[in-house]
């Protein structure tokens, strides 16, 4: 029977041997691709957060050089739970709201309590300060987390935060928090493990199939040898 015979056992032992190689490659495929993704995704975050406090703080300065030039006094410009400061920045987060640059990433800014003193349009509020994480920043560490969401339909939404402080003169000022929410990497995951999950089988078949050709052509000149040594017999020897 063929499922007995040398031919199919080594076309079995091929077919295992290149299944399981091509399952760690795939594995090793799908991590790393995973790893790249929220890599990429991390150091956008924190490349957009840099830039907020930049930006806003670019904002605060001509203001306050305007303030100065009309006689106000250096002192009073701290940032630290500063009205004025909070107005500049609910005026920046507003008007930035629809810069492209800023396309799907939430934007929120805290005082040095926790309270939230502006939000893009977007967020609505839909990621929060944790207890853990003001905890940490307020040391001045800055955080990545991931947060699910349920929205008022009853949806999860799943978000990669970065969460930084901004010191001024050694001291924590506000807290800049940014978000992007991980559905588009969860969906290239998802489409990668489905191509690798439908390429690894078809392919230990097709090979198999043709390595079980292979193996007939590489027995079949043993096959011949044996038929031809089985049809020797002592008349045909003493001929």
Do not use: C
């Amino acid at each position: 029977m063929f499922v007995r015979s040398i031919r199919f056992r080594i076309t079995l032992w091929y077919m295992l041997i290149l299944g399981l190689t091509l399952s760690i490659f795939s594995i090793s495929v799908y991590h790393n691709f995973s790893n790249n993704l929220n890599e990429n995704n991390d150091d956008l975050l924190q490349s957009k957060a840099e830039g907020i406090q930049k930006s806003i703080d670019t904002y605060w300065e001509a203001e306050k050089l305007d303030a100065i030039s009309e006689g106000a006094r250096t002192s009073v410009f701290s940032k630290i739970n500063n009205i004025n400061f909070m107005k500049i920045t609910q005026h920046w987060v507003e008007e930035k709201s629809g810069d492209p640059k800023l396309m799907n990433i939430l934007v929120q800014i805290y005082n040095i309590n926790g309270k939230l003193i502006a939000s893009s349009k977007s967020a609505l509020n839909i990621v929060s300060l944790p207890s853990k994480v003001f905890n940490s920043v307020s040391k001045g560490e800055s955080r990545f987390d991931n947060f699910n969401i349920k929205t008022a339909e009853g949806k999860i939404l799943s978000f990669r935060v970065f969460t930084m402080p901004v010191t001024e003169n050694g001291r924590i000022a506000y807290i800049v928090q940014v978000a992007s929410p991980l559905a588009q990497i969860y969906s290239a995951l998802d489409s990668l493990k489905v191509t690798l999950l439908l390429f690894l089988p078809l392919t230990v078949f097709i090979t198999g199939v043709a390595g079980a050709f292979l193996v007939k052509l590489t027995l079949d000149p043993v096959n011949s040898m044996i038929k031809t040594i089985r049809q020797i017999t002592a008349e045909n020897l003493k001929l």
